[in-house]
């Protein structure tokens, strides 16, 4: 064998590709392995066979360097260098090998059997009484749901379509309108009041899904909880001027 010269740097930064990973993933390699060691370390990352796997060199734009075919040889006697491309062709292994998962058997379980485990989540919930499983926080947050559904109901009665409002959601500025509508609606359940806001600061012309609650110009219009309403004397914005505005 003849003499083989290392580079100085005993390490080299490469993408390593194969014919089952196109993608690649990067890994570092010292020079001072044999290729036939580096093979057998590429086997998990490839998925191809040290046997049957054919090394090439190509630089970091795809293009052909050399062929790297002799086991013996160092990797450092080659002309592979930081950000180069090393790649396993092992016609062994299909293209589609370890990422076509039609292919894979699925593991399912029934409703019945799933409810029988102890090492599910489900089984954990159930054993420290979480979420669903936690009938005295179940009951409370029905309660409070009750609790909210009537207060909106309740508040809902003192709002009429016509009325003049101020519409104040988190999160959101403050707005002016008048009331359209109050009701059921089809999008959601729960009473909701339909706004004409004074300004295009809406979502709609009172048209949602394709049911039309109340009439006004596109992009006045909106829907909102009885609770962000409160009705009054609120004059339309536009008509709100400063007594040093003209």
Not at 63 to 69: G, L, Q, R
Not at 164 to 178: E, F, K, N
Not at 203 to 215: A, H, L, S
């Amino acid at each position: 064998m003849a003499e083989i010269t290392v580079s100085s740097n005993p390490l080299v930064s490469v993408q390593v590709t194969s014919t089952a990973n196109p993608y690649g993933v990067e890994r570092r390699f010292e020079r001072g392995l044999t290729i036939s060691v580096l093979k057998t370390k590429l086997e998990l990352i490839t998925g191809a066979f040290a046997q049957t796997m054919k090394l090439s060199a190509f630089t970091a734009e795809n293009k052909f360097v050399c062929a790297i075919d002799n086991d013996d040889a160092l990797l450092g006697s080659y002309p592979v260098d930081d950000g180069m491309i090393i790649h396993a062709e092992d016609s062994s292994v299909r293209p589609d090998e370890y990422s076509d998962t039609s292919k894979v058997e699925k593991f399912e379980l029934s409703e019945e059997e799933y409810k029988k485990r102890q090492d599910s989540v489900r089984a954990f919930k159930e054993r420290n009484k979480l979420g669903r499983f936690n009938e005295e926080e179940m009951k409370k947050k029905e309660e409070e749901l009750k609790a909210k559904k009537q207060e909106e109901e309740e508040k809902a009665k003192n709002i009429h379509v016509g009325d003049r409002c101020q519409v104040s959601v988190p999160g959101q500025p403050t707005r002016r309108g008048a009331v359209k509508y109050v009701g059921t609606t089809d999008f959601k359940p729960g009473i909701w009041v339909g706004i004409q806001y004074d300004e295009p600061h809406g979502k709609n012309d009172g048209t949602v899904e394709g049911r039309k609650y109340f009439e006004c110009p596109p992009k006045y219009g909106g829907f909102v909880r009885p609770s962000h309403v409160e009705v009054g004397d609120f004059p339309e914005e536009s008509l709100c001027i400063d007594d040093d505005e003209m």
